[in-house]
Structures are given as structure tokens and as C-alpha cells.
């Protein structure tokens, strides 16, 4: 299947007049559109909502669009609080879904009145202490072991950090009624950037089956079970999309079979976010040299900083040359940045039609966990951020960083006085 973008050659060249490359640029209608699809998946449970996971693309802009369209921000951050407060999300509008929490992280998520995901029993008597224990609240789950769908390992919840073991849950459910907590909630996140298209029903039938026990045994009000992130985008132009009618049917079943038609009703809560926003973006470079030493390399005018999962995980990103969708693909290039590190590279042995200097060579979806991954290794700096509006316009969402940004925290030598 081809992989399209939403605008064309003659647009993106009226774009770059007033914004150069390198940027990320977001489609506002399809992100309008993938939270709407996502809330029909889920529309025959009463209490379901989106919290946006805050840290796939950490914008403003991006975050008000999400707010209008009735999703949560889930925030795991002192600065991704303050973005969801800035964009009007305060108390129930925020999952806090932190881990190994300083304490004042702990204080401004309570100022906040957000629903707080303890990552920790540990964390019981340190919330007590910095900010206390709310009426409704949280718990973060790790079943251990090998995560299977079908007898295939999936992930690997036995090695990761997060969450608390079963004896745990049932610990701390007493342990914070005990400190006044009325109503409870169950969140598991196990495996990320899933395809595979039972997961979301697999993961909610553990956590169904721990929410019906724990109900069962300590007479607990489990008020919503939350289902995280991890529904993964086809990033290969082979992969297939995500069939959320499939994934909330799945989901559904296994509700109706652990609560039965008289049982309890939890809301269900996600917190997606390379779903709702990963396709909608991309990064529009320009190639601005070309090599040819054992292999053939295009230099663009964006690097790893700007997008790091090729460099970090080998991460495809499919690659458009603006104006050449139709052209034979017969070079092999390696696409890379200027960083002083072999893995810049965006592409490695990739057929594409041969590419001239100036041409733009664009990188889909990149509308999650690619901005906000960026760094400033080797001095370089954070790209710009666009948003393609419905109406065809576009609006600078965030400027391209400068020296200035850069050497704003450095003191002496002439950068910054001693303040
Ligand atoms: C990263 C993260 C998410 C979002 O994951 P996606 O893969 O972007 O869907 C949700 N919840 C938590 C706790 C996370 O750490």
C-alpha cells in the first residue's frame, strides 16, 4: 500500500517560502479523525476516555485540538503537568502516570486534583507525605514473566521497571483504604507499538479478571480499569492499520465475560498516543548533499536530534521524495544527518528515486515520539513545529531553536551573567 501524504510538492513549496526546512508538520484533521475513530471503537462503554500521552508529541497546540476533541492528557512529568494545566486539562483530566516520582511531581499532580497511577507501593507513605492520598486512585500493574498472545512473546513485563506484583495490588488497595482512598483504578502497560491485533483485548482480560478479584475479595470499588498506550502504526507501507472496530469488539468481549450483564462497569481509560497522533506527522527535510564513497549517502538538513528511533531502535520510517511518488526506485541510498555518529542515519540501503540537491525528502510519521525525542547532541538544534490546519493553512507552533536557546543556561563567558 502506498503511503501518502497530506499535501503536495506545489503546497509544500508555498510552505517552505515562509518556513525553511527542517520541520515536523502535524495534520490537525487527521488527528481530529483518529480520536473520533477511537472513541466509536469504545462508544458501548459509558465512562470511556483518551488521556493523550503528553510525552508523544508535547505541544500546546497539539494538546488543545486533543482537549476539543474530549481527551484527557496523561502527564508523567512535572512539565507535561504544566502543559495539561496550560491547555485548561485540571483534576479528572489528568492520568499522572509517573515512575520513580520526585516528590514534587507528586505535590503539583495533587495540586492539579489528577488521578494519580502509583507506580510503587513504595510510593504510598511518599504521596501520603507530598501532596496525600486522594479519594480515587490508581494502581500500576506488572504480571512478570513473558507477555503472550497465542503462545508468541510479546513483550517482557518480568524485566521491566514499572508497576507493582499482584500480592502488591492487593497490599496496597488495603494499605491506601486504610489512608482514606474510596474508589480504585488498574493500569498495565506491557507491550509497545503493537500490531498484533488481540493485544488491547489480552491486556484488558488480565486486568479485568485482577480488577473482578480484587472486587471480589476486599470489596474494593474499582471505578475504571486503563488500558494505556502501546496500539501500534504500520510504519512499513506492508504493515496494516489498526482495526479499532476488531480492537474494541475484542476488548468488549472480555468485559461482558468478567463482569457479566449484572456485574460492576468500570470505565474504560486509554492513554495512546503513537496512535492518535504517529501518522498525522512528518518531517520535511531538504537534501542538501550528496556522497558517493563505498556506499551512496544523501545528506539532509535534519539529523538524528530531530528524529532519533531510526538511530535509537533501527526505527523504518518510510521516506517520500516530494514529487517523485511515481518515480522508478532505482538507487540505494543511505539517508543520514550531520551528527558525528554513524547511526545518523534515517535510512540505510533504501531504494528510492535518484534525489537531487533541494529536493524534499520527507519522513512519515513522525507525529509521535519524534519531536519530542529530540536532543542537542553535537550542538544541534530542535527543529520547528507546524500545523496543517483544516482549512489548508499553516501555523508555526513552535520556532526552530537558536544558539540563544542553546547557551541560555550556560553562565560565564560572556553566554549569561551570574544570575
Ligand atoms: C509512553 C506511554 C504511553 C503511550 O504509549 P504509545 O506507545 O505512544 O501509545 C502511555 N502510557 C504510559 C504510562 C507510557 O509510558
Known amino acids: 500500500m502506498a503511503k501518502e501524504l497530506p499535501y503536495s510538492l506545489a503546497q509544500m513549496r508555498e510552505i517552505i517560502k515562509e518556513f525553511p526546512t527542517p520541520f515536523h508538520i502535524y495534520d490537525e484533521a487527521a488527528i481530529r479523525a483518529r480520536v473520533r475513530a477511537l472513541r466509536a471503537a469504545f462508544a458501548w462503554n459509558a465512562g470511556f476516555k483518551e488521556y493523550f500521552a503528553v510525552k508523544a508529541l508535547p505541544n500546546p497546540a497539539i494538546l488543545d485540538i486533543l482537549r476539543q476533541e474530549g481527551c484527557g492528557m496523561d502527564c508523567s512529568s512535572y512539565t507535561e503537568l504544566m502543559l495539561a494545566k496550560a491547555v485548561g486539562s485540571v483534576g479528572k483530566e489528568i492520568m499522572f502516570s509517573s515512575n520513580n516520582t520526585p516528590a514534587e511531581e507528586f505535590r503539583l499532580a495533587s495540586r492539579l486534583e489528577a488521578i494519580i497511577n502509583l507506580d510503587d507501593i513504595s510510593h504510598i507513605p511518599f504521596l501520603a507525605e507530598n501532596g496525600g492520598i486522594p479519594k ?62 488481540d493485544y488491547y483485548a489480552t491486556l484488558a482480560g488480565e486486568l479485568f479478571a485482577l480488577a473482578r478479584d480484587l472486587h471480589e475479595k476486599s470489596g474494593a470499588e474499582i471505578a475504571f480499569v486503563n488500558l494505556s498506550g502501546g496500539i501500534g502504526i504500520p510504519y512499513r507501507p506492508d504493515d496494516a492499520e489498526p482495526d479499532l472496530a476488531h480492537i474494541g469488539s475484542g476488548v468488549r468481549g472480555k468485559y461482558e465475560a468478567a463482569f457479566g450483564p449484572a456485574g460492576m462497569r468500570p470505565a474504560i481509560f486509554t492513554e495512546l498516543g503513537r496512535y492518535i497522533t504517529g501518522p498525522a506527522g512528518s518531517l520535511v527535510t531538504t537534501a542538501v548533499h550528496e556522497k558517493r564513497i563505498y556506499k551512496h549517502y544523501i545528506g539532509v538538513d535534519a539529523c538524528a536530534a530531530n528524529l532519533m528511533r531510526p538511530a535509537m531502535y533501527g526505527a523504518y520510517h518510510h521516506i517520500t521524495v516530494l514529487g517523485k511518488e511515481d518515480a522508478p526506485q532505482t538507487e540505494l541510498y543511505d539517508v543520514t544527518g550531520a551528527l558525528c555518529e554513524n547511526n545518523d542515519k534515517f535510512a540505510v540501503d533504501r531504494p528510492l528515486p535518484p534525489i537531487e540537491k533541494g529536493d524534499l525528502v520527507c519522513l ?40 540563544t536557546d542553546y547557551f541560555a543556561t550556560l553562565r560565564g563567558f560572556g553566554f549569561a551573567l551570574e544570575q
Open 136 to 197: 480515587t486512585i490508581c494502581l500500576r500493574y506488572n504480571p512478570g514473566g513473558d507477555f503472550k498472545i497465542g503462545g508468541a512473546i510479546m513483550g517482557n513485563p518480568g524485566d521491566a521497571k514499572y508497576g507493582m506484583t499482584r500480592p502488591q495490588i492487593f497490599e496496597a488497595v488495603e494499605e491506601l483504604r486504610r489512608l482514606g482512598a474510596e474508589k480504585f483504578g488498574l493500569h498495565a502497560f506491557l507491550a509497545s507499538n503493537m500490531l498484533e491485533k
Open 364 to 403: 512519515h510519521d513522525t507525529g509521535a515520539h519524534g519531536f519530542s525525542m529530540g536532543y542537542n547532541y553535537n550542538g544541534k538544534l530542535r527543529s520547528k513545529e507546524l500545523l496543517l490546519k483544516p482549512n489548508g493553512t499553516v501555523a508555526l507552533i513552535r520556532r526552530e531553536e537558536t544558539p
